[in-house]
């Protein structure tokens, strides 16, 4: 008689082999989400002029949750007192505003369209910073004779921020 033929008996199944499965991907998962922080960490704005014009870029694109993340903290306490959120309420200024109110507002400017329904150019003309107050000047629009005027800028958590209610300094 011959020797039967057949396949062989599974192998004998590991008990850890799920678990460590489990490891791997967690630490893979913890690996990706600390690599897309230091990604992120390394396009945040360093400057007070690099975190105007982000928040310019952002304005002219809409996006409310960048424009929120770039404003001081008592900016987005004005939201909080009136009852609405900071994107909600930005949203409403942005279809409000139309024109500057002076060429002193710099920062409504950046809002205002220009001809052609497209976000006016924001020239850096300066950059004063004092401890963790910073006031940026800017031209908006790409003419000499366009508006002019300062941004104030503080440092949270080492974190430059628009504080939009601030003076400039005299």
Not at 41 to 51: G, I, M, N
Not at 101 to 123: C, E, I, Y
């Amino acid at each position: 008689m011959g020797a039967s033929v057949g396949t062989p008996p599974p192998a004998p199944r590991r008990p850890g082999r799920p678990i460590a499965a489990i490891v791997i991907v967690v630490v893979l998962l913890a690996a990706a989400a600390v690599a897309g922080y230091a990604r992120f960490r390394a396009h945040e704005p360093k400057t007070p002029a690099q975190t105007l014009t982000s928040f310019v870029g952002a304005a002219s694109a809409g996006d409310l949750a960048a424009i929120c993340d770039l404003l001081a903290a008592s900016n987005l306490e004005v939201f909080d007192d009136q009852g609405t959120t900071c994107e909600d309420g930005f949203a409403q200024i942005l279809a409000r505003v139309a024109q500057p109110r002076s060429d002193d507002d710099a920062v409504a400017a950046m809002f205002a369209a220009s001809p052609g329904g497209r976000a006016p150019n924001v020239h850096v003309l300066a950059e004063h910073i004092d401890g963790d107050r910073a006031e940026v000047v800017v031209r908006i629009g790409d003419r000499p004779d366009d508006p002019e005027g300062p941004v104030v800028l503080v440092r949270e958590d080492g974190t430059w921020k628009l504080d939009l209610d601030a003076a400039p300094p005299s």
